[in-house]
């Protein structure tokens, strides 16, 4: 989905990522997602999303426009140092 098509991207509890479309149908786009905290997409309409995981490292994770996460950057840090990744900014 394009990010001008999504009404609303959701997370809720259990570490999914629920979209509420223009349609007002609500669908799953990703789970398994360890405690997601940013979210943010780009130009190109690439999702990122940061998850701290308790007690472990922090990742940030890329969605493509099709298909699964892959892990864009690993092991930044766990919540009890540096916070982890927690808000994420794009340069425009």
Known sequence: MRP???RKLTVPEGGN???LATTHVKSMFASGLRNPR???FDRA?????AQIPPSASGDILKFMRR???TVFASEIGV???NGGPQYLAIQP
């Open 45 to 49: 309409g690439k999702l990122f999303v």
């Open 17 to 19: 990522l629920d979209v």
């Open 79 to 81: 919540p009890e140092e």
């Open 38 to 40: 940013g979210l943010i």
């Open 4 to 6: 001008t098509q999504l």
């Open 67 to 69: 298909g699964g996460p």
